[in-house]
């Protein structure tokens, strides 16, 4: 009986995948490729680096249309909510790869980001919390950038607010409707009508709507603009009304540079309809059969199997991670993987971040003390530690060549570091110190974390450093007591303590011992 009803379900779930292939191919009939899509390679100027093209599904070479300087648009967050690390991902992905065109081949990178600043999300919340919809976007916007500042994203050129844009934005679709190429719909909507491109699908192939509006010519034509309802408004040639959530981007990124753009990026699942719908109406808008040179894709991150998404309600805002991990460390974990695939968050999987981190501090600690003298073991081959010098810098020069490879490059990092630490702790005692490659390795590590936004611990260290301070002071209070309360004083240790004190003072540490007590401050002046 059991096997009959498997069967059953087995053929009425073939029926039903049959029953949408045929919906589908007819709800395509007047969408069909018109052309072969295909990605036209850019003129301009090469920069030996090849970046993943989602449209040919490979590795293309990097063009850039003016010499040395890539323009690049990145989608901005829906502020209604605090931002999460699903977010976070995307952003110091995209960090990453920004920097390693910047710093690393030293290309000049204009950064726009677009802030959705109104929308069915910002106006549900707005109402839940009884504010304004600007209060309520400008609150999570500013919160959005203060935990972007704290991961060590670089900031765009420009914040670009939709509301900023409205004007533009009804320039935008009005060009389109001229065009032919939308519709204003009986209740003053306007939608972009699929049938009228001939290159729809460039990106992914639309998979079957799940609903349909009966304003709309076919399922698959989106809105431009949405007519006003019981929510904020703007007047239009069309009636009272907003933009449409990917008229916004297009408008914004054309409006800031033209009919043409290097790299446009956000998660990945914009691919479908959000960088769709862009290519598709500013193709139309600009009278262009390619808009975005290249599409930039950043893996999901995942939780317990599941994308990390506030519909789930699965997510782990930005502060709170911080208040578990640190900024280096969560850059670390994202380092360690392809920016295009997704990953599986977990505290097991951040650990292999965090050991990764801690090797690497700890060697170029091991080096600087090797440097100055600090330990009497050691054993470095020059000759062989240049050698993989050599090897770690072209090994990393290609990986971060072909398409931005941050796993390869680790790994050579790592084999790098592997190698000083056997020469470093050979426990044969050399006479002679090796200092030029030593140092050589240990600014080379520096230099690559610090171009791919690892920050020197040292860089914001006022807060360790009291820390350590704070420490040492409480140690030192603690042996200081215990000298006192000797039935004879221990005067060795209290000449300690008191050396102590008189060498922090040369560093404007001032300590004062008040019987039992201890205080400490660092001298303004």
Same mark, same amino acid.
């Given at each position: +009986?059991?096997?009959?009803?498997?069967?059953?379900?087995?053929?009425?779930?073939? !029926?039903?995948?049959?029953?949408?292939?045929?919906?589908?191919?007819?709800?395509?009939? *007047?969408?069909?490729?018109?052309?072969?899509?295909?990605?036209?390679?850019?003129?301009?100027?090469?920069?030996?680096?090849?970046?993943?093209? =989602?449209?040919?599904?490979?590795?293309?070479?990097?063009?850039?249309?003016?010499?040395?300087?890539?323009?690049?648009?990145?989608?901005?967050?829906?502020?209604?909510?605090?931002?999460?690390?699903?977010?976070?991902?995307?952003?110091?992905?995209?960090?990453?790869?920004?920097?390693?065109?910047?710093?690393?081949?030293?290309?000049? %990178?204009?950064?726009?980001?677009?802030?959705?600043?109104?929308?069915?999300?910002?106006?549900?919340?707005?109402?839940?919390?009884?504010?304004?919809?600007?209060?309520? $976007?400008?609150?999570?916007?500013?919160?959005?950038?203060?935990?972007?500042?704290?991961?060590?994203?670089?900031?765009?050129?420009?914040?670009?607010?939709?509301?900023?844009?409205?004007?533009?934005?009804?320039?935008?679709?009005?060009?389109?409707?001229?065009?032919?190429?939308?519709?204003?719909?009986?209740?003053?909507?306007?939608?972009?009508?699929?049938?009228?491109?001939?290159?729809?699908?460039?990106?992914?192939? =639309?998979?079957?709507?799940?609903?349909?509006?009966?304003?709309?010519?076919?399922?698959?034509?989106?809105?431009?603009?949405?007519?006003?309802?019981?929510?904020?408004?703007?007047?239009?040639?069309?009636?009272?009304?907003?933009?449409?959530?990917?008229?916004?981007?297009?408008?914004?990124?054309?409006?800031?540079?033209?009919?043409?753009?290097?790299?446009?990026?956000?998660?990945?699942?914009?691919?479908? =309809?959000?960088?769709?719908?862009? *290519?598709?109406?500013?193709?139309?808008?600009?009278?262009?059969?390619?808009?975005?040179?290249?599409?930039?894709?950043?893996?999901?991150?995942?939780?317990?199997?599941?994308?990390?998404?506030?519909?789930?309600?699965?997510?782990?805002?930005?502060? *709170?991670?911080?208040?578990?991990?640190?900024?280096?460390?969560?850059?670390?974990?994202?380092?360690?993987?392809?920016?295009?695939?997704?990953?599986?968050?977990?505290?097991?999987?951040?650990?292999?971040?965090?050991?990764?981190?801690?090797? $690497?501090?700890?060697?170029?600690?091991?080096?600087?003390?090797?440097?100055?003298?600090?330990?009497?073991?050691?054993?470095?081959?020059? %000759?062989? !530690?240049?050698?993989?010098?050599?090897?770690?810098?072209?090994?990393?020069?290609?990986?971060?060549?072909?398409?931005?490879?941050?796993?390869?490059?680790?790994?050579?990092?790592?084999?790098?570091?592997?190698?000083?630490?056997?020469?470093?702790?050979?426990?044969? *005692?050399?006479?002679?110190?090796?200092?030029?490659?030593?140092?050589?390795?240990?600014?080379?590590?520096?230099?690559?974390?610090?171009?791919?936004?690892?920050?020197?611990?040292? +860089?914001?260290?006022?807060?360790?450093?009291?820390?350590?301070?704070?420490?040492?002071?409480?140690?030192?209070?603690?042996?200081?007591?215990?000298?006192?309360?000797?039935?004879?004083?221990?005067?060795?240790?209290?000449?300690?303590?008191?050396?102590?004190?008189?060498?922090?003072?040369?560093?404007?540490?001032?300590?004062?011992?008040?019987?039992?007590?201890?205080?400490?401050?660092?001298?303004?002046?």
């Amino acid at each position: +009986m059991n096997k009959q009803i498997i069967k059953m379900n087995a053929s009425v779930k073939y !029926l039903k995948y049959k029953l949408r292939k045929i919906c589908h191919r007819f709800l395509h009939v *007047e969408t069909e490729q018109k052309r072969p899509v295909q990605w036209l390679k850019p003129v301009g100027y090469e920069t030996n680096i090849t970046i993943y093209n =989602p449209i040919t599904k490979c590795n293309e070479p990097l063009i850039l249309k003016n010499k040395n300087v890539l323009t690049w648009y990145i989608c901005g967050p829906t502020v209604y909510d605090s931002a999460h690390i699903g977010h976070a991902t995307t952003y110091v992905r995209s960090d990453i790869i920004r920097r390693i065109l910047s710093d690393h081949f030293k290309i000049n %990178v204009v950064m726009v980001m677009g802030i959705t600043d109104i929308d069915n999300k910002i106006i549900i919340r707005s109402k839940e919390t009884n504010q304004s919809c600007k209060e309520l $976007a400008q609150h999570y916007e500013n919160e959005f950038i203060e935990d972007m500042d704290t991961l060590n994203v670089v900031r765009p050129h420009l914040y670009c607010r939709v509301t900023d844009f409205i004007p533009q934005i009804i320039q935008f679709v009005s060009n389109i409707v001229e065009k032919g190429k939308a519709y204003v719909a009986e209740d003053g909507s306007v939608y972009f009508n699929t049938s009228k491109y001939d290159m729809y699908g460039k990106l992914m192939t =639309p998979p079957l709507p799940d609903s349909t509006h009966p304003e709309k010519k076919s399922a698959l034509d989106f809105s431009l603009w949405k007519a006003a309802k019981n929510e904020p408004f703007w007047k239009s040639p069309w009636g009272n009304g907003r933009p449409g959530w990917h008229i916004e981007c297009s408008t914004i990124a054309s409006t800031v540079f033209g009919n043409s753009l290097d790299i446009h990026s956000g998660g990945a699942d914009l691919v479908f =309809p959000h960088h769709e719908n862009e *290519e598709a109406q500013s193709c139309s808008y600009h009278d262009v059969d390619q808009w975005v040179n290249y599409w930039l894709h950043c893996g999901h991150l995942f939780l317990d199997d599941v994308k990390m998404s506030k519909s789930l309600k699965n997510t782990i805002s930005i502060r *709170e991670f911080l208040n578990k991990y640190t900024a280096n460390q969560f850059r670390m974990f994202c380092l360690l993987y392809n920016y295009r695939n997704g990953i599986k968050f977990s505290d097991e999987v951040m650990l292999n971040a965090v050991n990764f981190l801690n090797k $690497a501090e700890h060697f170029i600690c091991d080096c600087d003390n090797y440097i100055a003298g600090r330990c009497s073991v050691g054993n470095v081959d020059e %000759v062989a !530690l240049f050698r993989c010098l050599d090897e770690t810098k072209n090994t990393i020069n290609l990986a971060l060549a072909n398409n931005f490879n941050t796993v390869l490059a680790l790994r050579s990092i790592e084999k790098l570091i592997d190698t000083g630490n056997l020469m470093l702790h050979d426990s044969h *005692e050399s006479t002679n110190r090796s200092i030029p490659p030593v140092a050589a390795v240990a600014n080379y590590i520096s230099s690559v974390f610090s171009m791919l936004g690892i920050q020197n611990s040292e +860089m914001s260290s006022e807060h360790k450093t009291n820390s350590v301070i704070e420490h040492l002071v409480k140690f030192r209070t603690i042996v200081r007591n215990r000298a006192i309360e000797q039935n004879v004083k221990d005067k060795i240790l209290l000449t300690a303590c008191d050396e102590v004190r008189l060498n922090l003072s040369t560093f404007g540490v001032i300590i004062k011992d008040h019987k039992k007590e201890t205080s400490w401050s660092i001298k303004k002046y």
